[in-house]
């Protein structure tokens, strides 16, 4: 069930998100279907360019684990041996040494012509999945475009749905959400810039390889709370320790994430994003599972806005709840 409203819910997401965009181009003397496509451009700039970061890094780490991992391995020995030897534990590092080197080289191979070969036998076999992704691509972007376009037509018509005794909650409700979610994509770009400059720089700094896609990713990673970050620190003390093993580099990477959290939990999110937009932690972990399940990794972006949504309308439902005359005898 949850397969047909995926792609409307994410053309309706990307509509929301590209709107600004769209008034804008419009103010400055476009036509509104020509605003629309180059915000969806704009807009498939911006997926092109995460995508690219992403493989970037995979491009970066890999060959970093197999060139470096040989060294690593080294190094770990001459400082983890004596405390070893001390604690009289032995172990075979020659041995180590060779195996995983060759589990790694066996599992990261980049033998092109056996990636091709079986890359075309999994599109074989799974034609019906590549069919539907497209067809689920292509009516996503139908619908942004429309969505674009008419845009206040289409709420004109939800508010005619609404009884007319009901529209000025409804409109207030809707306008309490659409401040709460304009400040939190403000927000987030806001902070996802900084934050790109911060951690790419001070990579940059450390000397640690492919520095601004990777802080580029870990910025962009902050829109999914505490799991994001956990996975730009960890790929940060990946590449530190495969490039320079255990030492000052690692240290400053610890440093630096540690500093970057402490100037975005403290001072940027709360100034510019709101705190956390009055989510629990709990309920934070709660959305993101929730909403990871029902529509994977694109819900798992979602999660926190239309948990703020979500919010607005219980904080309503239990102020008359506890004003009603049931509640109050």
């Avoid at 970066?60 to 041996?81: D, F, R, Y």
């Avoid at 749905?161 to 409804?170: A, F, K, L």
């Avoid at 990946?238 to 540690?258: D, M, N, R």
Wanted: with cysteine.
């Amino acid at each position: 069930m949850t397969e047909i409203f995926i792609p409307f819910l994410s053309a309706f997401i990307l509509a929301y998100a590209l709107r600004p965009v769209c008034l804008w181009l419009e103010r400055h003397h476009l036509p509104r279907a020509a605003a629309a496509g180059i915000a969806m451009i704009i807009g498939l700039s911006v997926a092109f360019f995460v995508l690219s970061l992403f493989i970037s890094l995979l491009k970066t780490e890999i060959p970093l684990i197999k060139a470096q991992l040989p060294i690593w391995i080294q190094n770990t020995q001459s400082w983890l041996g004596p405390k070893l030897s001390e604690w009289h534990i032995s172990v075979d590092w020659g041995t180590l040494k060779a195996s995983v080197t060759q589990k790694i080289t066996t599992h990261l191979t980049d033998n092109s012509d056996a990636l091709m070969s079986s890359t075309l036998e999994r599109v074989l076999m799974s034609g019906s999945s590549v069919i539907a992704g497209f067809v689920n691509a292509v009516l996503i972007l139908f619908v942004l475009f429309y969505l674009l376009i008419d845009w206040d037509h289409f709420f004109k018509l939800l508010k005619s749905m609404v009884p007319v005794r009901t529209q000025e909650i409804v409109h207030h409700l809707a306008m309490h959400a659409d401040g709460l979610l304009s400040q939190y994509l403000r927000g987030m770009l806001i902070v996802i810039s900084i934050m790109s400059l911060f951690y790419s720089i001070g990579l940059s700094l450390l000397g640690v390889q492919g520095a601004v896609a990777l802080g580029v990713f870990t910025a962009l990673m902050i829109v999914i709370p505490y799991i994001g970050i956990t996975i730009g620190f960890t790929l940060a003390v990946l590449a530190a320790l495969l490039q320079f093993g255990p030492g000052g580099a690692l240290i400053g990477v610890l440093v630096l994430y540690g500093l970057g959290q402490f100037i975005e939990g403290f001072f940027l999110t709360p100034r510019l994003v709101g705190e956390r937009i009055g989510l629990h932690p709990v309920a934070v972990l709660f959305a993101l599972l929730l909403f990871g399940k029902l529509f994977g990794f694109f819900g798992v972006l979602l999660a926190l806005p239309i948990s703020a949504v979500s919010l607005v309308l219980l904080q309503y439902s239990w102020t008359r709840y506890t004003q009603s005359s049931w509640y109050q005898k």
